[in-house]
């Protein structure tokens, strides 16, 4: 008798497990079926605007114009040799080259600086050109950069010689400067977030250790914004490529040679109706940009010299604890 009870009770506790499970089952399925509901939409609005017009382009960039016959590679031989195309591409590059990393080291320097202050003003002063409409910028620009503009006039009225800021190479550091402007108080919020997340008591004992300022950059807080420098760099490509607003806006659809950017040369090939060059240096320009992401991203996920140095002498030091013990 008080073995079968025993195995009633065996028997009665599988079966609860077994039931524990399947509920376990049902509401995993359950949630599965919310969470499908939730992101079935916004799938199909990726698909539909996204993934289905990126192929489309793709398709078109190796057809003719009326994308009814294939021309393989005729399209990219084109756009290769066309000098509009090469000038926008090298106005582009040496754009980005500049002032990318001149807003990264910036921006860091600058948010470094802020994280020490107590005043959060300082942090207001800086974000307030985000909130400037592009139309009310270009209107102030204007102003003050044009031949006839406040700044030629103090110049002509000391006896100087006015500056052409709309051509020539004033034009693009001008260019590179309303970037800097616009975009410095963005990246530095993400660094002081990243900043923030660094614990004080390591300044702290950095000093006791009588390390300086430049130690404690270098050495404890850099190591710590990896994942911010890539977030920041990525967000600072992406923006260099919306500038063109802000230059069709002070200067229009045709500028001058040297602030010619691709993003002026798309929107004039889709006014001519450009279809296939278009697609094709849409595409060239898509796997540029994914490459170049693809690198930033490998890099970023690359350890620190030091980091392994430690995590292997943790792991020397563990193994010989266990050897002493046995």
């Known amino acids: 008798m008080i073995f079968e009870k025993k195995n009633r009770g065996i028997i009665d506790t599988d079966k609860d497990r077994?039931?524990?499970?399947?509920?376990?089952?049902?509401?995993?399925?359950?949630k599965n079926q919310f969470f499908l509901f939730y992101i079935i939409p916004g799938l199909a609005g990726i698909m539909i605007f996204i993934i289905v017009p990126?192929?489309?382009?793709m398709r078109r960039s190796f057809m003719d114009?009326?994308?009814?016959?294939?021309?393989?590679?005729?399209?990219?031989?084109?756009?290769?040799?066309?000098?509009?195309?090469?000038?926008?591409?090298?106005?582009?590059?040496?754009?980005?080259?500049?002032?990318?990393?001149?807003?990264?080291?910036?921006?860091?320097?600058l948010a470094y600086t802020v994280s020490r202050m107590?005043?959060?003003?300082?942090?207001?002063?800086?974000?307030?050109?985000?909130?400037?409409?592009?139309?009310?910028?270009?209107?102030?620009w204007r102003m003050l950069f044009e031949d006839a503009g406040v700044i030629n006039g103090l110049l002509t009225a000391y006896g100087r010689e006015p500056v052409h800021f709309m051509t020539g190479e004033v034009a693009m550091y001008l260019l590179i400067g309303t970037y800097?402007?616009?975009?410095?108080?963005?990246?530095?919020?993400?660094?002081?977030?990243?900043?923030?997340?660094?614990?004080?008591?390591?300044?702290e004992a950095a000093k006791i250790d009588g390390a300086g300022c430049l130690k404690i950059f270098t050495r404890m807080v850099l190591p710590n914004l990896r994942k911010a420098a890539?977030?920041?760099?990525?967000?600072?490509?992406?923006?260099?490529?919306?500038?063109?607003?802000?230059?069709?806006?002070?200067?229009?659809a045709y500028p001058d040679?040297?602030?010619?950017?691709?993003?002026?040369?798309?929107?004039?090939?889709?006014?001519?109706?450009?279809?296939?060059?278009?697609?094709?240096?849409?595409?060239?320009?898509?796997?540029?940009?994914?490459?170049?992401?693809?690198?930033?991203?490998?890099?970023?996920?690359?350890?620190p010299r030091e980091k392994k140095r430690a995590y292997s002498c943790e792991t020397d030091d563990a193994g010989q604890e266990d050897v002493g013990e046995a």
Request: aromatic residues 14%.
């Open 118 to 140: 107590k005043n959060s003003l300082i942090r207001f002063a800086f974000i307030v050109p985000m909130a400037v409409p592009s139309n009310a910028m270009m209107v102030v």
């Open 65 to 109: 114009g009326s994308a009814s016959n294939f021309v393989g590679l005729e399209n990219y031989k084109t756009i290769f040799s066309n000098m509009p195309f090469q000038l926008a591409v090298k106005n582009t590059l040496f754009f980005d080259a500049v002032s990318i990393p001149l807003i990264f080291v910036l921006s860091l320097l």
């Open 257 to 303: 040679d040297s602030i010619y950017m691709l993003q002026h040369l798309f929107n004039n090939w889709f006014s001519k109706l450009d279809i296939n060059k278009l697609s094709a240096a849409s595409c060239v320009t898509a796997v540029f940009l994914f490459a170049l992401l693809g690198i930033l991203l490998w890099v970023s996920k690359i350890e």
């Open 180 to 203: 800097l402007w616009k975009n410095m108080g963005y990246n530095m919020l993400i660094w002081l977030s990243a900043l923030g997340s660094i614990p004080e008591n390591i300044y």
């Open 230 to 252: 890539y977030i920041i760099t990525v967000l600072s490509l992406v923006n260099s490529f919306k500038v063109y607003r802000e230059v069709y806006l002070l200067v229009g």
């Open 18 to 30: 077994r039931d524990e499970r399947n509920g376990d089952r049902d509401m995993k399925s359950h």
């Open 54 to 57: 990126l192929l489309d382009v």
